[in-house]
């Protein structure tokens, strides 16, 4: 049994005019696409913009009309409207967004803010769910206090965090990332990318992680979905996507990446040579939210890691 699968998954959209706004055409934003999703994995869906990223992960969490198509859950058949699907599907699958702003309530408390998806799925008393929202804010790196403060208070990288915390509240397994960091700064991308990869280590999480950002991807993806037009032209492992991609498409995509990373053992050894002469040169210093200096180097023209996982990768 596979933790998720999705089977010839089609999403169309009616597009109405006319005098009696009747159909008059379709969007076929998802057109049969097949996903095995792998428990403890992060999986990306990569493709330009338009081409239906966004509508699959909805469809995924039940946040769009499927067309046709099926999608299992550890075995379960979720494919039906959200509000038709079990609790279990509910609590275990968790979306967060890429406006970190807007999908946080500004009339409510952090505290309110948490204790909303504890109130619909886990039974606790009131001291266990002031524990729980203590716990939360202390898993994303906020202090106690944060929980007496509204969103507006907190920055781009801490909202995000804060959305985090929120989906982890119900101890999910599956959380959809739609663009979860193209909103924030340069220097807070890598900070949210390198925790979301902490969190996912601690409690075993599987990512499906949507972006339009091949460099982004490649920071955090075991496994790539390349989608254009509503279906995926090619996917594979991290290592067959950048060594070896096989669809033009792909290619393109690729070769958009004015990457430090390059493709090829005997071109990854030069830059690694290459990455020690130049690292000084590239590095970026930034503070995390303690003052603490860090260096980035970029990975793409609007993307930076860590300098200590660069150097990993390189
Ligand atoms: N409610 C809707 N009604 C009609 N068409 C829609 C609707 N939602 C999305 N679309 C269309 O479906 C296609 C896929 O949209 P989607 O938002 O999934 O793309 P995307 O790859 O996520 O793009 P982006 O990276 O810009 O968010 C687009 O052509 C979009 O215009």
């Known amino acids: 049994m596979s933790f998720m699968q999705v089977v010839d998954l089609k999403v169309h959209y009616p597009i109405r005019g006319g005098f009696f706004n009747s159909i008059i055409d379709w969007v076929y934003a998802i057109d049969g696409i097949d996903m095995e999703l792998e428990k403890g994995k992060t999986y990306g869906l990569v493709g330009e913009s338009g081409?239906?990223?966004?509508?699959?992960?909805?469809?995924?969490?039940?946040?769009?009309?499927?067309?046709?198509?099926?999608?299992?859950?550890?075995?379960?058949?979720?494919?039906?409207?959200?509000?038709?699907?079990?609790?279990?599907?509910?609590?275990?699958?968790?979306?967060?967004?890429?406006?970190?702003?807007?999908?946080?309530?500004?009339?409510?408390?952090?505290?309110?803010?948490?204790?909303?998806?504890?109130?619909?799925f886990l039974n606790l008393t009131p001291h266990e769910e002031r524990k729980k929202i203590d716990e939360l804010l202390e898993?994303?790196?906020?202090?106690?206090?944060?929980?007496?403060?509204?969103?507006?208070?907190?920055?781009?990288?801490?909202?995000?965090?804060?959305?985090i915390a929120r989906a982890l509240a119900t101890n999910p397994k599956l959380i959809i990332a739609d663009e979860p960091v193209s909103a924030l700064d340069l220097s807070v991308q890598a900070q949210v990318l390198n925790f979301m990869k902490d969190v996912q280590k601690k409690f075993g999480l599987t990512y499906l992680f949507i972006s339009h950002d091949l460099g982004v991807v490649k920071h955090m993806c075991d496994y790539i979905y390349i989608m254009y037009k509503g279906?995926?032209?090619?996917?594979?492992?991290?290592?067959?996507?950048?060594?070896?991609?096989?669809?033009?498409?792909?290619?393109?995509?690729?070769?958009?990446?004015?990457?430090?990373?390059?493709?090829?053992?005997?071109?990854?050894?030069?830059?690694?040579?290459?990455?020690?002469?130049?690292?000084?040169?590239?590095?970026?210093?930034?503070?995390?939210?303690?003052?603490?200096?860090?260096?980035?180097?970029?990975?793409?023209?609007?993307?930076?890691?860590?300098a200590a996982s660069a150097k990993e990768v390189v």
């Open 139 to 163: 898993i994303v790196g906020l202090p106690s206090e944060s929980k007496e403060k509204y969103p507006h208070e907190f920055s781009g990288g801490q909202k995000q965090r804060i959305n």
């Open 231 to 306: 279906r995926f032209v090619e996917c594979g492992t991290k290592k067959d996507i950048y060594e070896n991609p096989k669809h033009l498409y792909t290619k393109r995509l690729l070769a958009s990446i004015p990457s430090l990373i390059p493709v090829g053992r005997e071109k990854r050894k030069q830059a690694r040579q290459e990455f020690e002469k130049v690292y000084e040169q590239h590095i970026h210093k930034a503070f995390d939210e303690n003052g603490r200096v860090f260096d980035l180097i970029p990975i793409s023209n609007t993307h930076y890691v860590s």
């Open 51 to 120: 081409c239906g990223k966004s509508t699959t992960g909805k469809a995924i969490i039940g946040l769009e009309k499927i067309t046709s198509g099926k999608i299992f859950f550890e075995g379960e058949d979720v494919t039906k409207e959200r509000k038709s699907r079990t609790s279990h599907f509910h609590r275990e699958v968790q979306m967060i967004f890429q406006d970190s702003h807007s999908s946080l309530n500004p009339r409510k408390q952090i505290r309110d803010i948490l204790a909303e998806p504890i109130r619909n």
